[in-house]
């Protein structure tokens, strides 16, 4: 049972444009998400979070908007540059998961020059 | 220097050989934690420890085996290594106090 699913397995987008990343979950309980980035032959490298007390949160290029109705997060890159071609993660935790991640299967992001 | 190291980076092995894989982290993190990482499955967790005396079985433990020799030191084990082992194998750390988990560069395993 895929808890965190992320749908697309692959973007592609032109350099300055908007990529956005999908990411759906099926457990209510989740009430913190995360985003990560991976390199190939690189570890996952933590992007950016949200709290499920939150909506919306942004650091700098990066978004990430919750929808806890529709059980959906995404994340916004603006603009896309080509050093952000990456695998990107979702993981989603609860209280009640004693620091455990669950982790989405990953959208292979491509941002063409 | 990188917070958490793994060794080997890449290993061949054949099957029903015994390999095991090391990670060390200097964050001084209490929590670690086992992962693989399959084409089209994301990162799935095989085992995690909370400290040296506390270790508990992820979603995909069967065929693996864990040691925490200290604080900074988390080994897998494969007693018998299988082909459908084949995967990146990756160590975390986390603090107790935040959700977000530091990862190593990962291990490429191969079981011929």
């Known amino acids: 049972d895929q808890q965190v699913k992320q749908n697309s397995p692959s973007l592609s987008v032109q350099e300055g444009r908007i990529s956005i990343l999908n990411c759906d979950y099926t457990?209510?309980?989740?009430?913190?998400f995360l985003w990560y980035k991976k390199y190939p032959a690189e570890g996952p490298t933590f992007l950016i979070s949200?709290?499920?007390?939150?909506d919306k949160n942004e650091d700098g290029r990066f978004t990430v908007f919750l929808n806890k109705s529709a059980k959906h997060l995404s994340l916004h890159i603006v603009p896309s540059q080509p050093g952000d071609s990456a695998v990107y993660f979702c993981?989603?935790?609860?209280?009640?998961?004693?620091?455990?991640?669950?982790f989405g299967q990953g959208t292979t992001l491509q941002v063409k020059p | 220097d990188a917070d958490v190291t793994q060794t080997p980076r890449n290993r061949i092995t054949k099957t029903g050989k015994r390999i095991m894989l090391e990670c060390s982290q200097t964050k001084g993190h209490d929590r670690m934690y086992w992962y693989r990482q399959d084409p089209g499955l994301g990162l799935r967790l095989i085992y995690y420890?909370?400290?040296?005396?506390?270790?508990n079985k992820g979603e995909i433990s069967d065929g693996y085996s864990v040691s925490r020799q200290a604080q900074a030191k988390f080994s897998l084990s494969l007693e018998s290594a299988i082909p459908n082992q084949t995967a990146l194998y990756f160590c975390a750390t986390s603090d107790f106090y935040y959700n977000e988990q530091f990862f190593g560069p990962g291990t490429r395993l191969t079981v011929l």
């Open positions: 993981a989603a935790t609860h209280p009640g998961n004693t620091g455990k991640l669950i």
């Open positions: 420890s909370f400290d040296v005396k506390d270790i």
């Open positions: 949200i709290s499920s007390i939150k």
């Open positions: 457990n209510s309980m989740f009430d913190y």
